[in-house]
């Protein structure tokens, strides 16, 4: 059991806002994020709530207009915020955080086999590289050491096997195209946990697959974390994924975090306004479809306080001056409200 | 499509664009001012031995030529001259491949097919090539430049209404309209046409760049006005014998060239990039 | 497979425009104000020994029954007959041929390896200060007369400098002609000198027909760099700490250089119109200075030929670069 206090990724007050022409949207609105070794963290929210924003920031790629006003991202004690880029791209990227994108078609180059660029992840990312390979110029003109090459390649294989690529050493040849999508997602996973991260961020891994498959891929997903203990933040709009996979869930709006909880209890009682909707408006047999009133908030002059009070029906005053600090509602469901929802929520 | 005060304002803000816009004005303002800008207005024409091959000075801005003529005001002049080929010999192009571009690009039939075979007849060869063989059949005077430019780039406006109508076509709207019975010459007046104006601008305005080069070039080849017409392509030609000595000889007019055609370039890029933001900001200055 | 019928399909299309071409310059060439077959029987010919001229060369038959001779004439090689030089037009050309495609190939080398690395170049540093640099610099270097950089380029570096000669190919003896093009048959002599001589004369014409494609070259890269930039792949590799240099120079720069290669075809267009008036200016013995001499001595003949024969170059290069755009990108199913 991992100790409170013991986590392998800390995001604290994290506001993120970008330059564009409108103004400057404030993206990430003190984001506080904590997921533990070896759990499946769901982080849930509308479109444009700030999930990919706040995966992007934590791997340290966010675009050039973007920039950090204040807050921490602390992995495994160190703070990614504070460390040279080029530490966190040769030592961090791909290597202790890897990334399973959303679109696993646009995700690989077209013109190159898919071997060459999974040896190519290998070839930087491997757990068998060692600090003395010099790495060149830019990344380029640098060797790749026979020996190590090919006990790459032997684990490239022997991964694919296991995410059940049928054939693997034919699929090494294939360009992208020549691959069903189901096929290239479960190539994302395995390139994913070849590095032998210790978190993997998942953004939305299924959001472009049909829907028969995409139980597959997560279940998938789902073994091979834990049989590695691997941690995942998995970002995502549908909360019926969520349930399924998920240790614990974070709910985002509009880029705050609303509540934090276990996934059973997360369903069981949410206290969150915004949760409460959130569960509500799935699809239920027999009764007709209920959605969340008002539209998300334009994020170039966002609602003060609580962005979710215009929408709120228990909105005060105290909701539009300041954000609700976190109230800890015990067994690690927190939440930001100053007018929870309590007694049981809905199935 | 917006309008046009809009587009003025939105290309006054980009600088390079606005930079363009007064070069042209530049330009129809020296044409039409020539007499009025020139030093030596009355040298233009005449021989002056005396005053053959001077270095620039006061008197003579940019120097004098072999005729005695002094060359800043040849130049001047010489711009009515360039103004003239490449407002007309585009404006031909456009009037000619437009209408075969329309008609061409609306129906599949073999009259298009025909029409579109023969402009890519005239882009089997770079443009100047067949020019110089026009021009020179015809014999070098102004005219002929310009029916020898017209003639070669027509084609460039025919492909570009082509490719935009056939798009066009396949748009609910055009659907609709020939679903309600609209004959087919107004759906082409009244909605495909105010569609391409756009493009059909930008490739105006990089056309009379690209004109211009080639019109000096076919001066310098000795297809253009005979002299003593103040034509800048023929004065750089004509400057060649009498280098290294002359050195100031030749510049002025390439300047010139260099001015204007930079102008229309900057102008046709910030038209494109106003009116048409998704084409790609990549044109090869044609 | 593919390329077969990809070349197959391309001279089908390539044969009736050429055919078309040769047509139009064939009705050009007959309505000349001036009466040719006066102007071939001199000065003192009677009429009545110029109509009979005139049914000798054939041209009082109706023009149609002309143009069918003439297409005849054509298929068995012959251009026709230059006045000036009074060689057949083709030999004159084909003599000519090897140093223009030596000086295209230079130029198109020079506009190439300088061309694209820039081009990657101001992509990266979109709308910084290094963008900007090369937007004018590529703005400027199309809008700049060749032939007007071409002598002041003469006269900077050649008379003034003398870091260059003024023309020609080279000073002094060629070296033995083994494929016609002097780079590589100093080199196959293993000439120091003369190879050195060669390149000299070959810089500033180089350079010169270079600059527009280059500046085209710079533009199409950056484009197709900064919409490779946007997709996923590269977000992909980032995002797992791929070397950025390696994403761009490796990856980004092969999905960008599909759309260059696409507007190499393009660029022969732009290097063969360069060449007729680069080629007048360094005195390069080349095609276009063929016609440039014909223009010079009203050789209708001449010019004519070189015009058919600049469609088959063109044509030819072209469809080459057809070919190579095919290989590059092995998705091309049909173009």
Not at chain 2, 55 to 73: Q, V
Not at chain 3, 155 to 177: E, H, N, V
Not at chain 3, 201 to 227: D, K, M, N, S
Request: aromatic residues 8%.
């Amino acid at each position: 059991m991992p100790v409170p206090g013991d986590n392998l990724l800390e995001v604290e007050n994290l506001r993120v806002s970008f330059g564009t022409e409108h103004g400057t949207a404030k993206v990430l609105d003190g984001v506080n994020l904590n997921i533990r070794p070896s759990e499946i963290m769901g982080l849930v929210g509308e479109s444009g709530c700030g999930k990919s924003t706040l995966a992007n920031a934590i791997l340290g790629i966010l675009a050039d207009n973007a920039r950090h006003q204040s807050g921490s991202i602390r992995f495994a004690g160190k703070d990614l915020l504070a460390m040279a880029q080029r530490r966190v791209e040769s030592e961090v990227r791909g290597r202790s955080i890897t990334f399973i994108p959303q679109d696993p078609f646009g995700s690989f180059n077209p013109l190159f086999p898919i071997g060459t660029q999974a040896m190519e992840v290998m070839k930087w990312k491997s757990p068998r590289r060692v600090a003395r390979e010099k790495p060149g110029i830019a990344g380029l003109f640098s060797r790749y050491p026979r020996a190590r090459r090919r006990a790459d390649a032997a684990a490239v294989l022997q991964m694919l096997r296991t995410v059940q690529i049928a054939r693997p050493e034919a699929a090494f040849g294939k360009l992208p195209h020549e691959l069903s999508g189901g096929q290239r997602q479960r190539l994302m996973i395995a390139l994913a946990l070849l590095p032998q991260p210790q978190l993997v961020i998942a953004d939305e891994p299924t959001t472009a697959l049909d829907a028969t498959i995409q139980m597959q891929i997560l279940k998938l997903l789902k073994r091979l974390a834990k049989e590695r203990e691997v941690s995942v933040l998995f970002t995502t709009h549908d909360l019926g994924i969520a349930y399924e996979i998920c240790d614990r869930i974070t709910v985002l709006y509009a880029g705050q975090e609303v509540e934090t909880a276990p996934v059973d209890d997360f369903f069981r009682r949410p206290h969150h306004p915004y949760t409460v909707r959130l569960l509500e408006s799935l699809p239920q047999p027999g009764r007709e479809l209920r959605e969340i009133g008002g539209q998300i908030p334009v994020l170039v002059d966002p609602p003060a306080g609580c962005r979710f009070h215009p929408r709120c029906s228990r909105a005060t005053e105290q909701c539009r001056a300041e954000r609700p600090a976190v109230t800890a509602l015990g067994g690690g469901h927190h939440v930001r409200c100053y007018h929870p929802i309590t007694g049981t929520g809905h199935p | 499509m917006t309008a046009a005060p809009d587009i003025l304002r939105k290309l006054l803000r980009d600088p390079a664009a606005a930079a363009g816009l007064a070069i042209v004005l530049l330009l129809v303002a020296v044409a039409l001012l020539a007499p009025l800008l020139a030093t030596h207005p009355e040298a233009v024409w005449d021989m002056n031995p005396h005053q053959r091959l001077l270095p620039p000075s006061e008197a003579y801005l940019f120097g004098t030529d072999r005729m005695g003529a002094d060359i800043y005001s040849r130049v001047l002049f010489g711009a009515r001259i360039t103004l003239t080929i490449a407002m007309v010999a585009v404006g031909a192009a456009l009037l000619i491949g437009v209408p075969i571009g329309l008609v061409s690009g609306w129906r599949q039939s073999w009259l298009g097919e025909t029409l579109m075979r023969v402009s890519d007849i005239f882009l089997a060869v770079p443009q100047i090539i067949l020019a110089i063989a026009i021009a020179q059949t015809l014999g070098p005077s102004i005219e002929n430049v310009i029916l020898a430019l017209s003639a070669t780039y027509w084609p460039w406006f025919t492909r570009l209404v082509h490719a935009e109508v056939r798009s066009l076509k396949n748009e609910t709207f055009i659907e609709a309209a020939i679903a309600l019975g609209v004959p087919a010459w107004r759906i082409i007046l009244l909605h495909v046409l105010p569609n391409v104006t756009s493009p059909i601008i930008v490739r105006t305005s990089i056309g009379m760049g690209f004109t211009i080069l080639t019109a000096s070039a076919l001066g310098f080849l000795g297809l253009g006005a005979p002299p003593p017409a103040p034509e800048w392509g023929r004065m750089i030609s004509d400057s060649r014998e009498f280098l290294p000595e002359a050195w100031w000889y030749a510049l002025a007019p390439g300047l010139a060239i260099f001015v204007v055609v930079m102008g229309f370039n900057l102008l046709g890029d910030g038209l494109r990039d106003i009116l048409d933001p998704r084409i790609r900001r990549a044109g090869t200055g044609r | 497979m593919r390329i077969v019928a990809l070349i197959l399909r391309r001279v089908a299309w390539l044969v009736p425009t050429l055919a078309g071409l040769v047509a139009i310059v064939f009705f050009i060439s007959r309505v000349i104000p001036a009466d040719p077959v006066a102007l071939l029987a001199g000065e003192t010919a009677s009429r009545a020994q110029i109509e009979l001229l005139r049914q000798q060369l054939g041209l009082d038959r109706p023009l149609i029954v002309q143009l069918l001779g003439y297409y005849r004439q054509l298929l068995s090689g012959d251009l026709g007959t230059s006045l000036f030089t009074t060689r057949p037009v083709w030999d004159d050309l084909s003599a000519r041929l090897p140093a223009t495609i030596e000086l295209t190939v230079a130029a198109m080398i020079v506009a190439v390896v300088l061309g694209i690395p820039l081009g990657v170049i101001a992509a990266l540093h979109r709308n910084r200060f290094l963008d900007h640099l090369l937007r004018v610099f590529t703005v400027a270097g199309l809008a700049i007369a060749s032939f007007w950089l071409a002598l002041l380029l003469q006269l900077f570096f050649a008379m003034d400098l003398r870091w260059f000669p003024l023309q020609a190919r080279i000073t002094g003896f060629p070296p033995p002609s083994l494929t016609g093009f002097y780079v590589v048959d100093a080199l196959l002599e293993g000439n120091v000198a003369r190879l050195g001589n060669v390149l000299a004369h070959l810089a500033l014409p180089a350079i010169t027909l270079a600059l527009p494609a280059l500046a085209t070259i710079v533009r199409f890269t950056r484009a197709g760099v900064l919409e490779t930039l946007q997709k996923s792949f590269v977000m992909y590799q980032r995002a797992m700490g791929i070397p950025a240099g390696l994403i761009v120079w490796k990856y980004v720069l092969r999905n960008s250089l599909i759309s260059t290669v696409t507007q190499i075809g393009l660029l022969f267009g732009i290097l063969l119109a360069g060449a007729v008036v680069i080629e007048t200016v360094f005195q390069w013995p080349g095609i276009g200075g063929y016609a440039f001499e014909a223009i010079l001595h009203s050789d209708y003949a001449a010019v004519m030929g070189f015009t058919i024969y600049a469609g088959v170059v063109f044509g030819i290069a072209n469809l080459l670069v057809d070919i190579g755009h095919a290989v590059l990108d092995p998705r091309q199913a049909a173009p």
